[in-house]
């Protein structure tokens, strides 16, 4: 947080002349529409998740309570096994290729060059471009026979790919285009943490004749992996939320080689209409988002110490 | 506007020349004639100024609908609103829509091999029997003797209900190129086996030319398998007993068939094909052969989209080793239970499966009409853009016509796994273990739903 | 010399770089512009047509003439505008309110509530719109976006609220004032940044989002993005509209985002993400 001393002194000189004021007083009114709305749309339908995981309940049919019945089914079930293992397969690739390319951009995108402005603007379009659009786009860009990304190819004479049509390729084709459209976020995340680096030690170690590549090794990376840390958790959520694209784009086909946890989840609840099963899945997936948020936030609290 | 004034016209000019029609009718054209008479003492117009909802599949009939709910209006002044959902988002939209309890529709088409006994458990849609028997609403001409066995087996529940009045039954058949099979010298299949000798004459990859293609994409792969379990003279469930027949030699006979069609002779990338992209294969003169329902002829012979205009060939689904057989689909149209027009819904559903709109549907190559009297009609069958090969086809098909999906509740469960052990295969996956496998894990669901 | 060539080597690095960078960006928004623009026979056409010759409205007409694109459009105005502006009126007060009484609890949750996936919310408020019979409505969307409007805007504005100095009101309260008016006067005329930050992000991600309105959307309530999965999609080879309709449903953040890229990038990687 920011002090400012002069009005903090004068501030507080005053306080202690006058009345004693309670500070922390009906702040909370401010928040209590909101808190009443989280409360209903948020909170409520965790554990109303919480309470349809523990019954059998169909669309259309009764419901019975069976207790922890749905998550002894799930983890016998051998598509949510593997559901699991593509999302971690996925996950993986979506995190550490943004990661570094994100990286790179930070870079490029720190320094000073003409249509600077244009040009990141440029690269920011698709983190804002709406996913489902873009993944028609891509969609008809894949088209084993007529899609232009196998033109491509052939130009600089490499074959022609299945790209979503073939299930060693399909999960690489999909990171393809998650990385298209996060890797921006994690530039402007580093982007963020280079703005506020001092220049002290770039100076003193170009007198020590450093090259580029050590100042980077020595001087940048260690100042820059707190925000690497931030970036790398938000990442990782971020990817194990991705539903739009693969649902868009390959509906978690072939077969099942592209079904993550989410398309299994949507595919249980609103193709099956299982809402016990599915509500387990979700007690799950919810367990394990939040632990990591709650990573986030201890990274967080880790990089204003350092910062 | 046909009000009272015309419709008198009408009258008396039938009265002025009634002698010589009744004998015209007696012999030629009775057709004209109860038109006529139906118009005049049938009230179209019992709700006019009502709006309808309807909800279709997309596929050329629901364009067909479309296009005659101009007409409709003039006739009834009843307004439609609707629109053409994708099949996979149209079943879903139906299932969530109807269990709410409040449909955003009067009126929707359901693929009856796959919707047919969930409709019925859920209460989806209205049983039309006091429909049909109420003279003030319905048509006199509208002739329900005149709808096919194989459509009114579709429509009808297993207690006699009818839920909808079918509207178009599909078969399955094989379009053929037949320009390269007279360049090659190649003759039709004459057996399922034979299909993969052909297939493999016809093949010419470094061409961009292959011998095959079907849906490889699951849940829309399963026809393809069940047409060729068919040849074995095998449904995927029993009729009558509800053995499962999925993991049996014939079944996986059938598998391997599908396996080696679309792994060895088909574009690549077909294992993520549903039938608009086969047909789009097809059409740019990329397959030789494609199997697939008999309702996606019109965009072939349609030369703004399709390269093979006047090249297409339709045969007859060729006989397997045991038997012969095309796998047959239905849709119908149905009433939403929840709806409050359902006068208007039900004078839409018996113009939109009336005689007229039926040729119109035969004529324009978008299927199989579910009335009978549309092929008896010599105009609908003389095309100018179909061959005869294509209405002998349809008939002949008729004839062998066995239903492609069994009739039980959980279609979806059963297409989505069955369709993801036929997809496996085409990984490189064993087909009698992948069928092996998807059988254990459908059976309890299947059980389930028959218990519940 | 050897420092020239370096020089000059670095540029070329670096420009490749960039090229690298920018180009597939600039390849995905110009292909679904180039397809739009061309009739079919362009569009399938193998060796592909680039530059469409001579380009075609044809597709946009037919987009407006088939469908019910304005009505739509008009759905997703209502959703997401209405999500928008009713979680900023409870979202700006409960940053704020958050942000000095530096509850963290009430962070922690909110945090977590962005980060659930929107997929996890859909099956509850599903099955109680249902029980309500509200499926099919766009009161049922709109209450269904505010689960990614209020979380984002509460987030951003929870940041902003803490970087003003809160001697600043302290003052004010001495001198009399209640916390409404020191909220109401000081700190709110100083958040207005963060306010367009929280709003215009809020409005992305919401207007964005498709799941909702695919499974809680009625034909004539449905909003853009669901529209184009649930009423184009792939008809035959129909590319041009479909891309057509595509880059329309986008259009409104991509043209968000040219004019309010400063406050974007602010919001992202300052008030949204570093700070807390």
């Known amino acids: ?307 | 506007m046909t009000d009272k004034r015309t419709s008198d016209v009408t009258r008396r000019q039938l009265l002025q020349t009634g002698a010589s029609l009744s004998v015209l009718g007696a012999v030629g054209a009775p057709a004209i004639i109860s038109a006529a008479n139906a118009q005049s003492s049938f009230n179209w117009k019992q709700a006019a100024g009502q709006q309808i909802d309807v909800m279709l599949v997309k596929n050329p009939r629901s364009d067909l609908l479309q296009a005659a709910e101009k007409e409709f209006t003039e006739l009834t002044g009843i307004k439609v609103s609707s629109e053409q959902i994708p099949e996979q988002q149209q079943r879903q939209k139906a299932m969530i829509e109807f269990s709410s309890g409040r449909p955003t529709f009067d009126v929707t088409m359901l693929a009856l091999h796959v919707q047919k006994r969930l409709a019925y458990k859920g209460k989806w849609v209205e049983d039309l029997r006091p429909f049909i028997d109420n003279p003030a609403i319905t048509n006199p001409n509208f002739d329900l003797a005149d709808f096919s066995a194989a459509g009114m087996n579709f429509a009808r529940q297993a207690d006699g209900a009818l839920t909808t009045i079918p509207h178009f039954v599909d078969f399955w058949m094989l379009y053929y190129n037949k320009e390269m099979f007279d360049k090659k010298g190649v003759a039709y299949p004459t057996s399922m086996e034979n299909i993969i000798k052909v297939a493999q004459q016809l093949n010419d990859p470094s061409n961009g030319v292959y011998g095959f293609v079907s849906r490889g994409l699951k849940n829309a792969n399963i026809p393809v398998w069940t047409s060729w379990l068919l040849g074995q003279g095998l449904e995927t469930i029993d009729p009558a007993t509800g053995k499962l027949n999925t993991d049996g030699e014939a079944a996986i006979w059938a598998a391997t068939l599908y396996r080696d069609l679309n792994k060895n002779y088909a574009p690549p990338g077909t294992i993520g094909f549903n039938w608009n992209e086969c047909q789009t294969s097809f059409m740019q003169g990329r397959a030789a052969m494609w199997l697939d329902g008999i309702g996606f002829a019109t965009p072939l012979e349609d030369p703004t989209k399709s390269k093979v205009v006047g090249k297409v060939g339709y045969g007859v689904t060729p006989p397997g080793p045991k038997a012969h057989h095309s796998a047959t689909f239905a849709d119908g149209l149905g009433i939403s239970r929840a709806s409050t027009k359902k006068t208007a819904a039900w004078l839409y559903i018996q113009f939109m499966t009336g005689k007229k709109e039926q040729i119109a549907m035969l004529k324009a190559g978008a299927g199989c009409p579910a009335r009978m009297s549309a092929f008896a009609d010599p105009e609908a069958t003389k095309s100018s853009t179909f061959s005869k090969q294509y209405f002998d086809c349809l008939q002949s098909s008729a004839k062998i016509g066995r239903p492609g999906l069994p009739q039980i509740i959980p279609v979806t469960e059963f297409r989505d796994i069955f369709g993801v052990a036929l997809t496996n295969t085409l990984s490189g996956a064993d087909p009698a273990a992948e069928l092996k496998k998807a059988t254990e894990i459908f059976k309890p669901v299947l059980e389930k739903s028959e218990q519940g | 010399m050897p420092v020239a060539l370096e020089r000059l080597l670095n540029r070329i690095a670096f420009g490749l770089s960039l090229f690298v960078l920018v180009s597939p960006a600039i390849l995905v928004f110009f292909w679904m512009l180039s397809l739009s623009l061309k009739n079919e026979v362009d569009n399938t056409a193998w060796p592909p047509v680039f530059i469409p010759n001579p380009p075609t409205l044809a597709n946009y007409v037919e987009v407006f003439a088939r469908n019910n694109f304005l009505l739509y459009l008009w759905n997703s105005i209502i959703v997401t505008g209405g999500a928008v502006l009713f979680g900023m009126l409870i979202g700006v007060p409960a940053g704020y309110g958050i942000a000095r009484s530096k509850s963290a609890k009430s962070a922690v949750l909110i945090l977590i509530a962005r980060m659930t996936p929107a997929l996890s919310y859909l099956i509850p408020l599903f099955m109680v719109f249902q029980i309500l019979g509200m499926i099919g409505t766009k009161s049922a969307l709109l209450i269904t976006h505010l689960v990614i409007t209020v979380p984002i805007i509460v987030w951003i504005m929870i940041g902003y609220f803490e970087n003003i100095p809160a001697e600043l009101e302290d003052a004010a309260l001495v001198d009399g004032a209640n916390t409404w008016q020191s909220f109401r006067h000081i700190a709110l005329p100083l958040a207005r940044p963060g306010i367009v930050v929280g709003g215009i992000l809020a409005f992305i991600f919401s207007w964005n989002n498709f799941i909702f309105s695919v499974v809680l959307g009625g034909k004539n309530t449905r909003t853009l993005p669901s529209a184009i999965y649930n009423v184009l999609t792939f008809e035959q080879i129909s590319w041009g509209p479909l891309a057509a309709a595509a880059l329309l449903v986008t259009l409104p953040v991509l043209l968000l985002t040219v004019i309010a890229q400063r406050e974007i990038v602010a919001g992202l990687s300052a008030g949204g993400l570093k700070d807390g």
């Open chain 1, 1 to 307: 947080m920011t002090d400012s001393p002069a009005l903090a002194a004068s501030a507080s000189s005053r306080k202690l002349a006058e009345k004693p004021y309670d500070f922390s007083r009906k702040y909370w009114l401010f928040a209590l529409p909101a808190v009443i709305v989280v409360l209903s749309v948020i909170v409520f339908p965790w554990l109303f998740t919480v309470f349809m995981s523990v019954n059998d309940w169909k669309i259309g049919g009764g419901m019975d309570f069976v207790g922890l019945d749905n998550f002894r089914t799930l983890i016998a079930d051998e598509r949510f096994r593997e559901s699991l293992f593509i999302t971690i397969y996925f996950t993986i690739l979506a995190v550490i290729i943004p990661i570094v390319l994100g990286t790179v951009a930070a870079l490029v995108f720190h320094r000073e060059f003409p249509f600077r402005g244009l040009l990141r603007t440029i690269f920011v379009m698709p983190m804002m471009a709406t996913p489902v659009a873009v993944a028609l786009v891509w969609k008809m860009m894949f088209h084993p026979q007529l899609g232009v990304l196998n033109y491509l190819l052939s130009l600089v004479g490499i074959s022609p790919s299945e790209w979503v049509f073939s299930t060693s390729t399909v999960i690489p084709t999909l990171v393809m285009v998650e990385v298209w459209h996060w890797t921006p976020l994690v530039m402007l995340i580093l982007l963020g943490g280079l703005a506020g680096m001092p220049t002290e030690p770039y100076e003193s170690a170009k007198i020590d004749g450093a090259n580029s590549w050590q100042m980077f090794r020595f001087i940048t990376l260690p100042l820059l992996w707190p925000y690497i840390m931030i970036a790398l958790v938000i990442r990782t959520i971020d990817a194990l939320k991705v539903f739009d694209i693969i649902f868009v784009i390959s509906e978690g086909g072939p077969g099942t080689a592209s079904e993550t946890l989410n398309i299994f989840l949507y595919l249980q609840a609103f193709q099956f209409y299982k809402i016990g099963y599915s509500s387990a899945v979700v007690v799950i997936f919810f367990t394990i988002i939040v632990a990591l948020s709650l990573v986030l936030l201890y990274v967080r609290q880790k990089t204003k110490w350092n910062a």
